[in-house]
């Protein structure tokens, strides 16, 4: 019993310290660094921190780089990722709705300017993916010299 014990309580001490640095999954979607909680919605990726929510994104990747740059302290590229990641999902929205305008329109003049408003949204759509992109690449390169920095200094 008390080498059952000692085992336990070495475990729990281990698991403690791996916690801040693992994403396992859940019910619910997973469980990241210990403090965040990503979870499957209709609406997207939903975050929440210490259970409170933080965002919804839109898929996986996005959600897991806001986590990791909320990690390491670079609100700044988190509030870049939130914002970007939002843009994107408001761009597909309204380049959907403008399809379906346009394709219902009997009036020429009124699909030209359909048309021209839709190639500047999927513009602005193209822009925005390859901004998230760079992003989300730099917040996977922190991580990964995060997880060298900790096996170097065992």
């Not at 210990?34 to 933080?54: A, F, H, S």
């Not at 806001?66 to 700044?76: P, T």
């Not at 999902?89 to 959907?96: E, S």
């Not at 190639?119 to 690449?137: F, G, H, P, T, Y």
Request: glycine share 4%; net charge positive; hydrophobic share 35%.
């Amino acid at each position: 019993m008390n080498f059952d014990k000692k085992f336990e309580r070495i475990l729990n001490n281990e698991f403690k310290v791996l916690k801040k640095n693992t994403i396992f999954p859940t019910d619910t979607g997973y469980s990241v660094f210990g403090c965040y909680q990503l979870e499957n919605t209709n609406r997207g990726i939903l975050i929440k921190k210490y259970d409170r929510t933080v965002g919804i994104f839109e898929n996986d990747r996005n959600a897991l780089g806001w986590c990791v740059a909320d990690k390491l302290h670079q609100y700044q590229l988190a509030d870049e990722l939130a914002r970007l990641d939002s843009t994107i999902q408001r761009t597909k929205i309204d380049i959907t709705t403008l399809m379906n305008v346009m394709h219902k329109s009997q009036d020429f003049e009124r699909k030209d300017i359909i048309s021209a408003k839709l190639s500047s949204k999927q513009a602005i759509l193209v822009d925005c993916k390859s901004r998230l992109e760079k992003c989300v690449n730099v917040t996977k390169y922190w991580q990964i010299r995060g997880f060298n920095n900790e096996i170097e200094r065992t």
